[in-house]
Nanobody, 120 residues
Framework: QVQLVESGGGLVQAGGSLRLSCAAS????????MGWYRQAPGKQRELVAA???????PYAGSVKGRFTISRDNAKNTVYLQMSSLKPEDTAVYYCNADLTNSNYRRNDYWGQGTQVTVSS
């Protein structure tokens, strides 16, 4: 089994910063990409940022220049540093991993979600 455990959400004032972490554990053979999605009330889940095994880092246009994604391969952990937060960044943030498990099956895995609330 594979688990993704997120941490770091919370309440912050507009202009503030938060750092999200997501650690993947379990029967992992290799990780192809990890990323963060978010879902605000009444809206669809959207990609915030991702980081691929090749080092590619696509970002949503709304967060470019404010958020930075990074990854610690040794710890199977991905981070999302969020700065200059805005009320419209308020959402549940979900970690995602595109990985190959120890049975050599490639699947998407999701964390349980962590709430980020930005007050104005």
């Amino acid at each position: 089994q594979v688990q993704l455990v997120e941490s770091g959400g919370g309440l912050v004032q507009a202009g503030g910063s938060l750092r999200l972490s997501c650690a993947a554990s379990g029967s992992i053979f290799s990780i192809n990409a990890m990323g963060w999605y978010r879902q605000a009330p009444g809206k669809q889940r959207e990609l915030v940022a991702a980081i691929t095994s090749g080092g590619g880092t696509p970002y949503a246009g709304s967060v470019k220049g404010r958020f930075t994604i990074s990854r610690d391969n040794a710890k199977n952990t991905v981070y999302l540093q969020m700065s200059s937060l805005k009320p419209e960044d308020t959402a549940v943030y979900y970690c995602n991993a595109d990985l190959t498990n120890s049975n050599y099956r490639r699947n998407d895995y999701w964390g349980q979600g962590t709430q980020v609330t930005v007050s104005s």
